[in-house]
């Protein structure tokens, strides 16, 4: 019986275990550097992340649940090295955008949707980490 149970748990970590959480590294412009990682869990994407100027930097990372649907995005818009855009998803539905307006790795603007149809907006126009204006389109 011990020696059953060994053998289980060996087994399970040497085949089962890479076969439920594996990456991927791919050089899609064939210059020797990677810049597409691919992240799998029981056999499904869980997460993409790219560098889509091939500045060694990633540009773009897109999750995924066990479903197959989309549950963020964050995205490097102005290509310094830093994320500065980002999505969040429910049920397929885009809910809410974070925006980081002036790059200083702060979020400074909150948009919150319903899939096309924006609900309500917050920015924070001084940069101080304080909402300064909120639009509630919910309430007109």
Do not use: C
Not at 22 to 38: A, M, P
Not at 82 to 104: A, H, Q, T, V
């Amino acid at each position: 019986m011990k020696r059953l149970l060994i053998f289980q748990a060996i087994f399970f970590i040497v085949i089962a275990l890479p076969l439920y959480s594996q990456s991927r590294e791919d050089d899609t412009n064939s210059d020797g550097k990677t810049d597409r990682w691919v992240s799998l869990s029981g056999g499904h994407v869980t997460e993409v992340s790219l560098d889509k100027n091939f500045d060694g930097n990633i540009d773009y990372i897109v999750k995924y649940n066990k479903n197959g649907n989309k549950t963020e995005e964050h995205q490097d818009y102005n290509l310094d090295g830093k994320l500065d855009d980002f999505y969040f998803y429910s049920n397929g539905k885009m809910i809410r955008r974070e925006i980081d307006s002036n790059y200083d790795e702060k979020v400074d603007i909150w948009v919150y949707l319903d899939g096309v149809y924006i609900n309500k907006y917050e920015k924070d126009t001084d940069f101080d980490g304080e909402v300064d204006v909120v639009k509630d389109y919910t309430k007109e």
